[in-house]
Nanobody
Framework: QVQLVESGGGSVQAGGSLRLSCVAIGYTDTMNCVTWFRQYEGKEREWVAALATRTGRADYPDSVKGRFTVSQDNISPDNTKSVVYLQMNDLTPADSAVYTC??????????????????WGQGTKVTVSS
């Protein structure tokens, strides 16, 4: 299990960009899949980007495809620390939510249900004004 720490949220005007960071600390060898979720107040979480960390394959729902990009960077040679980014462009007020990264062992990174993830960040709030 790894510890996940997010940063990068904030307020931006419509059409603007933000980059969220998810720093993973710990035994990252089991972190085969990192997925970004967002949650509107009173609603269930929805996934917005998934990254299979071993293959580099990324996947997005139609609602953010072409605007969001997920990427990773291993920042320690012993794989005890890495970071996954979520670059969000052309933001709209509908993107305002709390964004959370989650990590799990699913190698194919095709599972979107919360049970597939054993590590969660604390969440970072994104507010897009019109």
């Amino acid at each position: 299990q790894v510890q996940l720490v997010e940063s990068g949220g904030g307020s931006v005007q419509a059409g603007g960009s933000l980059r969220l960071s998810c720093v993973a600390i710990g035994y990252t060898d089991t972190m085969n899949c990192v997925t970004w979720f967002r949650q509107y107040e009173g609603k269930e979480r929805e996934w917005v980007a998934a990254l299979a960390t071993r293959t580099g394959r990324a996947d997005y729902p139609d609602s953010v495809k072409g605007r969001f990009t997920v990427s990773q960077d291993n920042i320690s040679p012993d794989n005890t620390k890495s970071v996954v980014y979520l670059q969000m462009n052309d933001l709209t007020p509908a993107d305002s939510a709390v964004y959370t990264c989650a990590a799990g062992a699913d190698y194919s990174c095709t599972l979107r249900r919360e049970f597939a993830f054993n590590s969660w960040g604390q969440g970072t709030k994104v507010t897009v004004s019109s």
